[in-house]
């Protein structure tokens, strides 16, 4: 779900709602793009400030939606979504909490602001999930940081602190006090003034020398840590599309990209492994005894049971 009400009379203050971590699911999706538009056709709004209910402001597209069409198509795609705030003609000022990640970043970066708590932090993590930011992320974090900063970031999936993102031009402003507050009074301040420079899908990339060299060197280094996995170097691909390509045909290879990626063995592996560990750490003996309050025991012998051998 999303929350909408407006505050000071002209600011639309949208709320994910979604506990725990506030993830994009349908409902959420839907109530978001409902939001923008009530946002966007009320006469009385001047600006819009975008947070997460109770803390988190977005832990990212709801993971355990992927893989089930019926799910993912009860809701608009995030990159609609994230069209439409972009484009709004109000300023609109994500005001982050907690943590955003993965879609929950792309939502930020469709922003025309981003404000953060001084205890925030922001990533792009899909690679671990053998993905890559599929919403705009790969496309517009590299045309507000430049190729290299966002390269390390999406590449190696990284939760970066809010100093440190302040320091990258990630954040605008960071805040100890209340962060939507601190948004609204600002969301207020830039009311009427012009967005175009402020929308990183009209932006180019930061130029870059030896454009080439640097992309066939980072290949060969992301390839050599990835071990097989497909995910670093889709990444490496999407940033150069982003670095070389108009917005709209660097949108398209991040499409085709994360299309290819999403019905990966790899990625629905990742996937499995994401909510098993979460699993674990709730798993209990019936005396009570948890993982990490017990004693390990000393491995003595390992086996392989169960492999499984295809042959072509
Ligand atoms: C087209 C592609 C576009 C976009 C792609 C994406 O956005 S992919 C998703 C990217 N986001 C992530 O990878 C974040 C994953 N989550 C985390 O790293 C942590 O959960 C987080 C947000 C840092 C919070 O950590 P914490 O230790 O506080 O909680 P915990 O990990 O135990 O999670 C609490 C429960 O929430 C569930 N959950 C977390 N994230 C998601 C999510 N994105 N979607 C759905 N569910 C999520 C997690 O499974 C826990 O639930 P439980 O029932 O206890 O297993």
Known sequence: MAQYRIVSGSVAVISIQNPPVNALSAAVRNGLLLSVRTASSDPLVRSVVISGHNGPFCGGADIKEFGNVSHLESGPHLVEIFESVEALAKPVVAAIEGFALGGGLELALACHYRFGHSEARVGLPEVSLGLLPGAGGSQRLPRLLGVRAALDMIVTGRHVAAGE???????????????????????????????DDRRLGNRPCPPLENIDAFFEDALNRVRGRARGAAAPLACVQAVRGAATLPFLQGMALEKRLVETLMTSGQA??????????????????????????CRARPISTAAVIGIYASCI
Request: glycine residues 8%.
């Open 165 to 195: 993102a302040l320091n990258l031009g990630l954040l605008d402003r960071v805040t100890d006090g209340n962060t939507v507050d601190a948004a609204v009074r600002f969301a207020q301040s830039v009311e009427g003034k012009p967005l």
């Open 268 to 293: 629905q592996a990742s996937r499995y492994c994401f909510f098993t560990e979460r699993g674990a750490a709730r798993w209990t003996t019936p005396t009570g005894a948890r993982w990490d309050t």
